[in-house]
């Protein structure tokens, strides 16, 4: 099973509001990635957690907020955020059995539209 | 740097036809992985096939075939019989790196027409 479920699929939301999406996995990987996704665009790196801890951060905005709760879990929480983050967000998930030769499996993603 | 290069930003094929989309990679590591991820409208990133670098036979997955040429730094996806379904943005992605991070390609559009 290498599946990856985001929440929600679609979140909309004002510049003042706070909300989080909720990234989960159940195969036992290691590490845990979100990407953000514009239109016909490839991904972009923002996060990633090795065994928990966050390993890189990709000078994401502060308003953006990673967690990682457990192995399985991870966390993205916003505010403040602005209508250019509007975006697709993507979470994956990799084992981790060699760095730098993962195999990483993604999500569905969580359409985020700022208003 | 690493980098991951798709130099053909649409590509159509007929169906039951056989399409195949470029990559080209550069890298300074020994040891990688590459791979092919379709991203169909529904969005969700779905691998398609993976070939470790140190592997000198072609990966294959089904329809789906990959020509790796090592020194010239090429990886290339084949899709034979093409179907409906395989309408989709096609992402190659190298993952070298000591952070493991992938670097993907601008991607390829691809359409097959019935």
């Known amino acids: 099973d290498t599946e990856v479920t985001q929440t929600p699929k679609h979140l909309v939301m004002g510049m003042t509001n706070k909300k989080s999406l909720k990234c989960e996995q159940h195969m036992g990987h290691r590490a845990m990635y979100w990407y953000k996704q514009k239109a016909k665009k490839p991904p972009e790196l923002m996060f990633v957690?090795?065994?928990?801890?966050?390993?890189i951060n990709e000078s994401v905005p502060s308003r953006f907020s990673p967690e990682c709760p457990n192995s399985s879990l991870l966390n993205l929480h916003l505010h403040a955020l602005q209508p250019e983050d509007s975006a697709l967000y993507l979470c994956?998930?990799?084992?981790?059995?060699?760095?730098?030769?993962?195999?990483?499996?993604f999500g569905p993603g969580t359409r985020l539209t700022v208003l | 740097a690493q980098t991951v290069t798709q130099s053909q930003p649409e590509m159509s094929v007929q169906e039951a036809e056989t399409v195949t989309l470029s990559c080209t990679y550069d890298?300074?590591?020994?040891?990688?992985?590459l791979f092919w991820y379709k991203q169909p409208p529904s969005r969700q990133m779905i691998l398609v096939i993976r070939q470790e670098a140190y592997k000198q036979q072609n990966a294959t997955e089904n329809r789906f075939s990959v020509n790796f040429q090592k020194a010239a730094k090429s990886f290339s996806l084949k899709i034979s019989d093409s179907q409906l379904g395989d309408a989709a943005m096609y992402f190659c992605?190298?993952?070298?790196?000591?952070?493991?991070?992938?670097?993907f390609g601008k991607g390829t559009k691809l359409s097959v027409k019935p």
């Open positions: 994956a998930s990799s084992p981790l059995f060699r760095v730098g030769t993962d195999t990483q499996y």
């Open positions: 992605a190298l993952n070298g790196g000591s952070q493991g991070n992938l670097i």
């Open positions: 957690y090795s065994y928990e801890k966050l390993s």
């Open positions: 890298t300074s590591e020994s040891d990688y992985y």
